[in-house]
């Protein structure tokens, strides 16, 4: 079957780093997505990653290892307004998306 | 640039009730359109995908359908709503099928 694993929860404090992982099960491959969602409102798109390596996109980057179905967002300089969920999204060979249930960030001060 | 609307922003339903939720998009042509539902706690689930003007495919079976009259307008529909079918409906765009989606503000709906 396919499958997104993501942590549930995660805490940072602001003005720190913080990793968020996400692996992956699919149907073939065509790109790995990240998501920011925050509550109560429509996910935005943050990154796509479909070759090995890192994606730098100012305080985001992204990450991608196709052989361990592997990816990570890190953010860094955590501000307030980090805190949201963020999603994890794999596309299959029919090319629809497979979503993780997300990672709630908690951004203490 | 490209934009995408969805109304009403939230509904609140009697079960058996029929429902029409309507999704357009401007600024752009010919895009792929989706109809996802976010349940709390999940993951967002693919219901509905158009590649094009009444080329609908359906990935669910459930008491829910799905229209595309024009290029930027996707319709979600349904006869008799379900308590199962509460949630968070969002319709999304893409340039082609292996781009990022962009997403719509949304639709809450509550069946009571």
């Known amino acids: 079957g396919q499958n997104i694993d993501q942590p549930t929860e995660m805490t940072a404090t602001e003005g720190a780093i913080v990793q968020i992982n996400c692996t992956y099960q699919?149907?073939?491959?065509?790109?790995l997505f990240w998501y920011q969602q925050h509550a109560g409102e429509a996910p935005t798109f943050l990154s796509y990653?479909?070759l090995d390596g890192l994606e730098e996109k100012g305080r985001f980057s992204s990450f991608l290892s196709r052989s361990k179905g592997y990816s990570y967002l890190l953010l860094k300089e955590l501000q307030m307004k980090d805190s949201a969920s963020y999603l994890c999204?794999?596309?299959?060979?029919?090319?629809?998306?497979?979503w993780g249930a997300g990672t709630k960030l908690i951004i203490k001060p | 640039s490209q934009t995408i609307h969805q109304w009403p922003a939230t509904l609140v339903q009697p079960v058996g009730s029929p429902l029409s939720l309507e999704c357009t998009v401007e600024?752009?042509?010919?895009?792929?359109l989706y109809w996802y539902r976010q349940a709390a706690g999940r993951g967002l689930q693919l219901l509905f995908y158009?590649?094009?003007?009444?080329?609908i495919s359906s990935e669910v079976p459930q008491n829910l359908s799905a229209s595309r009259p024009q290029d930027r307008q996707f319709i979600l529909s349904s006869k008799k709503l379900l308590l199962s079918d509460s949630g968070f409906y969002l319709c999304?765009?893409?340039?082609?099928?292996?781009?990022?989606?962009?997403f719509g503000p949304g639709t809450r709906l509550t069946v009571l």
């Open positions: 999304a765009w893409s340039v082609s099928e292996n781009r990022e989606q962009f």
């Open positions: 600024g752009t042509s010919n895009p792929n």
């Open positions: 158009s590649v094009g003007i009444g080329q």
């Open positions: 699919t149907s073939g491959f065509n790109g």
């Open positions: 990653n479909v």
């Open positions: 999204a794999a596309m299959d060979s029919n090319y629809q998306l497979i």
